[in-house]
């Protein structure tokens, strides 16, 4: 009788092989309320290094990290009409606190423009205060309707950056630096996924936005999830809050304002582009583990040599775990790390010692050979670079595959079943844009004819990205 899979089959359900993998390779729970989650460490440990990595260039953009309040005056969110209107059905009210009624409810914060812009409006003076550039790492609440763990949940945690600036073109400016710089680098470079950028439609924009710069990833059962978003606020909150800087004279004049945001959604990205029916793969750069060190037997040599190995791969710069639990049998250890996307195991036993080699498995392409001992430290990193390249490759290669460009709403729609559908912005419009969402099928970005990210909605040549989406 065959043995049953550790995971689901992708092919066979692939909602039901993310939840598998989620719980095998311990990443998260549910939380005691609906549609929040427990981030256990493994999990935990995948969102510190995307930390890391965004906070790192996110200060090379110039911003600064600082802490707002999670509860916010139920008034700050309705001086600007857009932007309640579009949060009102997610949002989570207190109305009592201490025993007693509040004179004023309070919203748990679903996102910060109106309390961060509060305290612009006291912070900003002159132009010499300008820009100003500001970033949080927090925790939200939307009330989620249909939860899924790391996709949307009731409460998440995520960084979202905050600026003003004295123009119009510096403000615009930078929205799109840190669209390509930091938020399309990164998700490039570390996360490995072939993202699309592009720019949302009116009906997508964020509420209270001019503009919407937005990533798109394509997943491996071929729906899109926006994975980030920059948005040019224009002047709507610095109006709304009377956030004004002095000129040279005596006027005083608007400042323009940008807000941007990636959460822990990055990481169910991360499960839903790079897993297989193994488990998850986690890109070696972004990988808090690259390599672990398996003693195959509870020999004292054999432990002495996988510590050894673990000090030389550490010293060679590599993020290594070594792990002699020879009290728990081998090849579940192995298939545990497997199901963690860990990318390189290193495996001793008696007979490697006596052969002077460690069996080396790479989770990212598959398979196992015997390398000499000697040669890891010399041999690991350059194996670590080349399977993040692959998994780039591999990433852009499905999305190329499975996008078709199309002509008509039928067509769009009949794409978006599978993959995504490229089709003239022109030939769909508005009007297009919501029969396709009476089908279920969104427009993900619009881009340039030649992939760049346009300036307008209505410029020449624009393509539209459709999809079914998470």
């Known amino acids: 009788m065959a043995k049953a899979p550790v995971l689901t089959p992708q092919a066979e359900d692939f909602p039901r092989w993310y939840q598998d993998l989620i719980n095998k390779a311990e990443l998260a729970d549910n939380g005691p309320v609906r549609g929040t989650m427990v981030i256990r460490p493994y999990g935990y440990g995948l969102w510190e290094r995307m930390q890391q990595e965004m906070d790192a260039r996110i200060k090379k953009a110039g911003a600064q990290n600082?802490?707002?309040?999670?509860?916010?005056p139920q008034s700050y969110?309705?001086?600007?009409?857009?932007?309640?209107?579009?949060f009102a059905p997610e949002l989570a009210v207190v109305t009592h606190g201490g025993g007693k009624q509040l004179d004023e409810p309070v919203v748990v914060r679903p996102t910060s423009e109106t309390i961060i812009n509060e305290y612009f409006s006291k912070w900003v003076q002159s132009h010499r205060d300008l820009p100003l550039l500001i970033n949080q790492w927090a925790n939200?609440?939307?009330w989620e309707l249909r939860p899924r763990v790391f996709l949307r949940t009731t409460e998440f945690l995520w960084q979202e950056g905050h600026t003003a600036h004295a123009t119009y073109e510096d403000a615009r400016a930078y929205a799109s630096m840190i669209h390509t710089q930091v938020y399309g680098d990164f998700m490039t470079n570390v996360l490995g996924i072939d993202v699309v950028l592009g720019r949302k439609t009116a009906k997508e924009r964020f509420a209270g936005a001019i503009n919407t710069l937005t990533l798109e990833g394509m997943m491996g059962d071929g729906k899109a999830l926006q994975m980030g978003t920059s948005h040019e606020l224009g002047q709507n909150f610095a109006k709304a809050f009377n956030t004004t800087y002095q000129l040279q004279g005596a006027e005083r004049e608007y400042v323009w304002q940008t807000s941007w945001g990636v959460s822990t959604r990055m990481v169910g990205g991360l499960i839903m582009s790079h897993g297989d029916d193994n488990g998850l793969r986690v890109p070696p750069r972004l990988a808090a583990v690259q390599a672990v060190v398996l003693a195959i037997?509870?020999?004292?040599a054999v432990i002495a040599k996988v510590r050894e190995i673990g000090a030389t791969l550490e010293a060679a710069g590599v993020r290594v775990v070594v792990d002699d639990r020879t009290d728990t049998p081998f090849g579940r250890r192995a298939v545990d790390w497997e199901l963690k996307?860990?990318?390189l195991r290193i495996e001793v036993g008696p007979r490697d010692l006596e052969n002077g080699t460690a069996m080396l498995a790479r989770r990212i392409p598959g398979g196992k050979e015997p390398v000499s001992i000697d040669s890891l430290a010399a041999l690991v990193p350059g194996i670590l670079e080349e399977d993040q390249t692959l998994l780039l490759r591999q990433s852009r290669e499905r999305r190329e595959a499975r996008t078709v460009d199309v002509k008509t709403i039928e067509e769009a729609a009949e794409a978006a079943a599978t993959g995504w559908g490229r089709i003239s912005w022109a030939d769909l419009g508005p009007e297009g844009e919501a029969k396709l969402a009476e089908q279920g099928v969104s427009v993900r970005c619009i881009v340039a004819a030649d992939g760049s990210v346009p300036l307008a909605d209505d410029q020449d040549g624009n393509i539209a990205i459709v999809a079914r989406a998470y």
């Open 66 to 72: 600082a802490y707002f309040p999670m509860f916010i």
């Open 297 to 300: 037997k509870g020999d004292d």
């Open 341 to 343: 996307g860990v990318p």
């Open 77 to 86: 969110l309705t001086r600007e009409a857009e932007h309640v209107e579009g």
């Open 140 to 142: 939200v609440v939307r």
